[in-house]
């Protein structure tokens, strides 16, 4: 479920995966990725996400 939420959400599905700190990071840098780059950012932050949720779920 959180995969799909960083298709859709990044910052929020990183808040998710227990980095707080990172997600208010990431929200930061997102919107203004979105507004200038008419979205060409947003994948870099989907991987971002993908990659912590991966890391997170292997920590445990």
């Known amino acids: 479920m959180n995969y799909i939420l960083a298709l859709l959400l990044p910052p929020l599905s990183i808040l998710f995966a227990g ?3 990172v997600a208010i990071l990431a929200f930061l840098f997102w ?7 008419g979205g060409l950012g947003h994948p870099a932050f989907v991987i971002l ?4 949720i991966w890391e997170g779920r292997n920590r445990a």
């Open 31 to 37: 919107v203004p990725a979105i507004i200038f780059s």
């Open 19 to 21: 980095r707080p700190i």
């Open 49 to 52: 996400a993908w990659i912590l």
